[in-house]
């Protein structure tokens, strides 16, 4: 499983460890990766992602899964994030011309 959040693209960075002697080791800093269960209002059913904490912040700050994937760039959403995305403009397009 690869250690990437779905719906903001950010992943792994490298670095040093610094001991007091200064001495240096390389080291990994993985994200904050959380398994959740986020609602959609549009599609009124829940899906999993594997996102970072402060993805998940992201998402209650812009009032919700489909408020926030209508913004998120294309480019930094999984292929399942994606999916979703899709299928809720779908949805909204169709109620829209119901409208």
Known sequence: MSRVCE???KGPMTG????????????RFLPNLNDVSLQSEALGRAFKFRISAAALRSVDHRGGLDKYLAKAKDIELSANALKVKKAIAKSSATADALS
């Open 16 to 27: 040093n460890n610094v001991s007091h002697a200064n001495n240096k080791t390389r080291r």
């Open 7 to 9: 719906l903001t693209g």
